[in-house]
């Protein structure tokens, strides 16, 4: 903060005759040297401008401090900008005519002092009234005893709940009541504004709100104005909120929290399917999987294509689903059916056909695998991206209306379940689809926020996220995935698969090309999200994102990895370290039926598969955790069940011998904290949402139980009744209406 400093001038001008230097031009002394008598400075360094008459003959002049020669100037006048408080200098000005110096200086000293002499400090209002939400800029005057360079003054309020103000005196009305607001001149001097804030919230909860805050406080009320919470606190407190037109939103026997943030959703991959294309979710058997295709050709047959979702790889063996099944359906029409985790694809012959891939195609490489019978020719299963793209090619791209469509449907569905925002992590896996998004989002027409991921170089992604229209849609991250998954065999792993001693799984980056992809996105302002499965995935990036911190020294950067399902104790000390986020997907932490027993356990062997999916080590750890579905391998991804599986690792309907490692259950508060303020952290975006406080976005849901008092095993039970984004009711359940 600066401080108003006299200078204190002792001139001693020092007349000093010698012989003029042959040839030189006759070179008379100024008379005077003059500096401010006043000046701010910062209290480590400020400006102070030395000034004097002109020279007679003198062309240059060359500026001394302390005997050190600063600069050369022409004119009469010098600033040094490396002044402190309390130190005393001694500068020297000498006139000079081409190469031949004077034989006259001067020196004057300077003193900076604390003391100031301010006569006083005035503002344009004594008095304001402000009405909530409102704007009022306040101006303050410095009259000084003397001239000052500087007339600058520290705002401060009483009550910044009331009413908060900015550097430069501009009053933003918070809440009903008085304050003062207060102009404070470096001297002390001031002059103050008396504020007064009126009028009503739009509404007023009352009840339990638990507001997931830095002290978890739990309230009976919290005011609502022009979508932001203006106050939180008692019902007395909210009182004053309150007139004839305030609605009252009461919890009853239930209760508000923050509204939910899913940290790694697909949701228009989930949306587009759920309006175009078969979802086989529900299947538990090969015959159920085919019956479902048959009918879904049956009742479409003017389909050029058939495309469907959901099969589990656990329903088969290693070698996955037969193209010989699915061509009894149909030899016509190609048949593309993607597995429920998405890293495996199912198709027909007519599919492969025209893909032209045959005995003499070979395995993409990497982790990419086409499964073959003992001849060498593909059966049907392919797995991982760069083996699922042979066949996907083959298919059209949705339109940008298609996936505008299913970017909507996706949001309808899921504000239900009290979700306002979530991150997508491919946003751009189409150039369709990121057309979507940013044109749903300039046109208004985003039911919830959307943070996107990129999946590319960064130099694209920098465009990407300067090119979005800023409003509910944004890009705030680049997406790796660092391996595939466990029952693909493609999942990276640091000991080897139980069932084959040779096979490791396959790393996607060499550990330099990830170093230098993760340096690059941070140093960009991207966050890196990255997918690994197995812990020696985890391992790597860590590796990459110490290496990117060592080179930046940018800690807090949000840099994220999702999945999780198994890493190392040293890791996830290490994911603290280095203020990684962790993005684990709760809803699997269970033992699982068609995953645990049949792909799992055979594997990874006993140990691993009981010792996978870890959560409380990470809060025990000081990790930061958001909660994420990765909608649509779950599906429907319902945070409430999500918030019980993580604090009983057991299958939502509570089965007891679905038990995972009951080690590693966490409280319902901090898996009710990763639903809510850690997802909103993990998007930097905690300033603004992601817990019930004044001043930020009302994102709130109202539930009929209050889940931090009922068994934990019941806590999906509860139903959401209300969902608010930015204050406007965006869903309100059937028994609400």
């Not at 009352?206 to 104005?225: F, L």
């Not at 809803?587 to 870890?614: C, M, S």
């Not at 639903?675 to 930097?684: D, I, L, P, R, V």
């Not at 806590?715 to 009744?721: P, Y």
Request: glycine content about 8%; charged content about 20%.
């Amino acid at each position: 903060m600066k401080k108003l400093l006299t200078l204190i001038l002792m001139v001693a001008v020092i007349f000093t005759f010698t012989p003029m230097i042959s040839g030189a031009t006759q070179v008379n002394a100024a008379t005077s040297i003059n500096a401010p008598t006043e000046f701010y400075g910062s209290g480590t360094k400020d400006s102070v401008k030395l000034s004097w008459s002109k020279v007679k003959g003198a062309s240059q002049f060359v500026i001394y401090k302390g005997g050190e020669k600063l600069k050369t100037v022409e004119g009469t006048s010098f600033t040094d900008k490396k002044v402190k408080v309390g130190k005393v200098y001694s500068y020297k000005v000498q006139a000079k005519s081409g190469s031949k110096k004077s034989s006259f200086t001067y020196t004057i000293k300077i003193k900076a002092q604390k003391n100031v002499n301010v006569k006083r400090v005035t503002m344009n209002f004594k008095s304001k009234s402000i009405a909530l939400g409102k704007t009022v800029s306040l101006k303050a005057t410095i009259t000084p005893s003397r001239e000052v360079l500087s007339k600058k003054v520290i705002w401060t309020s009483s009550n910044s709940e009331i009413a908060s103000v900015s550097s430069t005196g501009k009053v933003t009305a918070k809440g009903a009541g008085d304050c003062k607001v207060i102009a404070r001149a470096h001297s002390g001097k001031v002059a103050t504004c008396a504020i007064k804030v009126t009028g009503a919230a739009d509404y007023v909860i009352e009840g339990t709100i638990k507001t997931e805050d830095k002290g978890n406080r739990v309230v009976e009320a919290a005011a609502v104005k022009d979508g932001k919470f203006i106050y939180v606190g008692s019902k007395v407190g909210a009182k004053k909120y309150i007139n004839k037109k305030t609605e009252i939103v009461s919890t009853e026997d239930g209760m508000a929290l923050p509204s939910f943030t899913d940290g790694h959703a697909h949701g228009y991959y989930g949306g587009v399917n759920a309006l175009y294309n078969l979802r086989m979710y529900s299947g538990t058997s090969n015959d159920e999987y085919l019956g479902m295709v048959a009918k879904f050709v049956a009742d479409h047959p003017e389909a050029a294509s058939i495309k469907g979702i959901g099969w589990k790889d656990g329903c088969y063996g290693e070698s996955g689903p037969l193209a010989a099944d699915l061509d009894k359906i149909s030899t016509d029409v190609p048949i593309v059916l993607t597995a429920l985790g998405a890293h495996s694809l199912w198709c027909n012959s007519k599919a492969m056909e025209m893909a032209g891939v045959d005995k003499n195609t070979a395995d993409p490489g990497g982790n990419a695998v086409i499964e073959r019978d003992a001849d060498g020719n593909p059966t049907g299963t392919f797995r991982e991206g760069a083996a699922m793209g042979l066949i996907n090619s083959i298919l059209p791209d949705y339109t940008v209306e298609q996936y505008k469509n299913g970017i909507l449907r996706y949001q309808e569905e899921y504000m239900q379940y009290g979700i306002t925002a979530y991150f997508e992590p491919m946003a751009n896996n189409s150039k369709n689809l990121l057309q979507a998004y940013n044109e749903l989002d300039a046109e208004g027409k985003m039911l919830i926020h959307c943070y996107g991921g990129f999946r590319g170089n960064v130099a694209d992604a920098v465009e990407a996220k300067n090119a979005a229209a800023g409003g509910d849609f944004e890009i705030t991250a680049v997406k790796v995935a660092c391996d595939g998954v466990v029952e693909g065999h493609t999942a990276w792993l640091l000991e080897p698969y139980a069932d084959d001693p040779s096979d490791y799984g396959t790393a996607n980056w060499t550990q330099d090309d990830l170093n230098a992809y993760c340096l690059e996105a941070n140093q960009a302002g991207l966050s890196v999200h990255t997918h690994a499965i197995g812990d020696a995935a985890s391992h790597q990036i860590l590796n990459a994102l110490e290496y990117a911190y060592e080179q930046t020294g940018a800690h807090n950067m949000r840099n994220a990895i999702t999945h999780l399902q198994l890493i190392t104790e040293e890791d996830i000390a290490k994911m603290a370290k280095l203020d990684v986020i962790a993005v684990p997907q709760p809803y699997w932490h269970f033992k699982e039926d068609g995953y645990f027993d049949a792909l799992e356990v055979p594997y990874l062997g006993e140990e691993r598969a009981n010792n996978e999916y870890p959560m409380q080590s990470f809060f025990d750890n000081d990790v930061v955790v958001s909660s994420g579905s990765d909608y649509s391998a779950t599906n429907p991804a319902i945070p409430l069940e999500g918030i019980q599986i993580g604090a009983t690792r057991c299958s939502s309907d509570g089965d007891t011998s679905t038990l995972l490692k009951s080690s590693q259950r966490a409280t319902v508060e901090e898996m009710i904290k990763s639903f809510t303020y850690n997802g909103a952290y993990q998007n930097s975006a905690e300033k603004v949402t992601g817990s019930i406080e004044v001043g930020k976005d009302a994102n709130f849901i109202l539930l009929n139980k209050d889940i931090t008092k009922i068994n934990k095993f019941d806590i999906s039970s509860a139903s959401i009744l209300r969902t608010y984004y930015e204050g406007e009711l965006i869903y309100k359940a059937e028994t609400e209406k």
